[in-house]
């Protein structure tokens, strides 16, 4: 069974407006446009890739930093 109930909000429903994303996440405009391109126009999908790409330039950064 498959019960929805109905507690969305309505604007995950919206897809992201470009300079709200990047400020939400602390990308730059470009980076934003990019995850927004490949993962829109599921908000869940976009904040999940950002949160990605995120962890990814952390784990390089100290991946460099070790050298």
């Known amino acids: 069974m498959d019960y929805e109930l109905g507690i969305r909000n309505q604007d995950d429903d919206q897809p ?4 709200s994303f990047a400020k939400k996440h ?3 405009l470009p980076i934003a ?3 927004l391109f490949a993962k829109g126009p599921s ?3 976009c904040d999940t890739a950002a949160l990605a790409f995120l962890c990814a330039v952390a784990t390089y950064a100290r991946k460099q930093s070790a050298r």
């Open 16 to 19: 992201y407006e470009l300079t």
């Open 26 to 28: 602390g990308l730059t």
């Open 33 to 35: 446009d990019a995850v």
């Open 43 to 45: 908000r869940m999908a």
